[in-house]
């Protein structure tokens, strides 16, 4: 998962911090490096970095660091703030024109993933009650117009598309009269990518925008590709005037670069993080979390949100309460692993909650859907007094509770162990974290 290797190494130093009273002006400078460090190793630009970390000296310096009692928590707090800074700030909405139908035009290199987002924004679009107009203007790569065809019909949403002899600028123009007919209140327009930035492409693609004139141009980046993702971000946005970027492949084994860099280079917002093949397999971008994310501090209202749609509002509240509190039981890790299985795919909901990526780096939690149902066996094997409390799981008991559940001893000692570390990161996470929400102002 993204941001894998930064968030353990940024762990590590905020650990080094809060484990001391208080920090001298030498244990600032020395986490700065390491913070220094870890961005680079993530394939942050080089300049982004050291702005970022001039920021974060200047604000420790302003608020004090090494006067305060907690002071790794006010360092914690800072790197967030600026963190989300970073990327952008506040979220960063979809256009919506004052007089539909909304224009979204597509940019980008091709296998960026501009088709595939043309289908799961046209989904995103339609759960909001929407009624999309998907254009095929990728006439070049073979197959192009099929794939956005084979999307439209698996989500109901029309295909605009003259085949593959017509220019894509009257394409893209006679889709947006079509989607004016029909009252279609957004328009995407799939555009062609090429393998790398060159002319005849970035020529064509401001025809269509000056045929078009969209109110959103969305360039697809993959944010596999780190700092050329940056870089290709560069280039489209001297040349076309670029109103968002969309980052793909957030589920492949990115080191999170191109996600820190993209908005300081371009001074365009990130909008939606895709985050796999399947069609609703999108989010909105959202700063605050995805900084949360990457300080391993989990994404908790991602999480909350992908909640509701699975669970009734009271569950969820309890549930963000519970975690909060760290007052975790087994029946409620039984509970969470029902709802959480409904809601997707478990490597990536575990990867919002706070510390679950140090608990993934254990060499001994491996996420397969077996071990998964061996492990909710094993836990459903409990008496009511012993989900309650593990702590009275002896030796006797957990032979009886591997006997019930199918599983050896071993399987059960893992498990307990396991509890005992996710309760231990929510422990000091909880720390952190007011009735509200963290302490010190941190959203
Ligand atoms: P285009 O050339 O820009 O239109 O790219 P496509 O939409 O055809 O995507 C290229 C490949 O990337 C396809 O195999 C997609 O399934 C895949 N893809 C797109 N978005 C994502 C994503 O967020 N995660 C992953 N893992 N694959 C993606």
Known sequence: MAFEGLTTRLQNVFGKLRGKGKLSEDDVNEAMREVRLALLEADVNFKVVKDFIAKVKEKAVGLEVTKSF????????????????LMGGTQSKLAKANRPPTVVLMAGLQGAGKT???????????????????????????????????????????????????????????????????????????????????????????????????????????????????????????????????????????????????????????????????????EAFHPDRMASRILGMGDMLSLIEKAQTNIDEEKAKELERKMRTA?????????????????????????????????????????DEKQISRTEAIAKSMTKAEKQKPDMINFSRRKRIAAGSGTTVADVNRLLKQFEDMKKMMKQFSGMMGPKGPKGGMK
């Open 70 to 85: 907690t002071p790794g928590m006010v360092v914690v707090d800072i790197v967030h703030k600026e963190l989300i800074e």
């Open 327 to 367: 007052e975790f039981t087994f029946d409620d890790f039984l509970e969470q692993m029902e709802q959480v299985r409904k809601m997707g795919p478990l490597d990536q909901l575990l990867d919002m909650m706070p510390g679950m990526n140090k608990l993934k780096a254990n060499p001994n939690f491996k996420i």
């Open 116 to 282: 595939t987002l043309v289908g799961k924004l046209a989904k995103l679009l339609q759960s909001q009650n929407h009624k999309p107009l998907l254009v095929a203007g990728d006439i070049y790569r073979p197959a192009a117009i099929k794939q956005l065809q084979v999307l439209g019909g698996q989500i109901d949403v029309p295909v605009f598309s003259l085949g593959d002899q017509v220019s894509p600028v009257e394409i893209a123009r006679q889709g947006v009269a079509r989607a004016k007919e029909e009252g279609r209140d957004y328009v995407l327009i799939d555009t062609a990518g090429r393998l790398q930035i060159d002319e005849a492409l970035m020529e064509e693609i401001k025809q269509i925008h000056a045929a078009v004139n969209p109110d959103e141009v969305l360039l697809v980046v993959d944010a596999m590709t780190g700092q050329e993702a940056v870089n290709v971000a560069k280039s489209f946005h001297d040349q076309l005037a670029l109103t968002g970027v969309v980052l793909t492949k957030l589920d492949g084994d990115t080191r999170g670069g191109a996600a820190l860099s993209v908005k300081a280079v371009t001074g365009c917002p990130i909008k939606f993080a895709s985050t796999g093949e399947k069609i609703d397999q999108l």
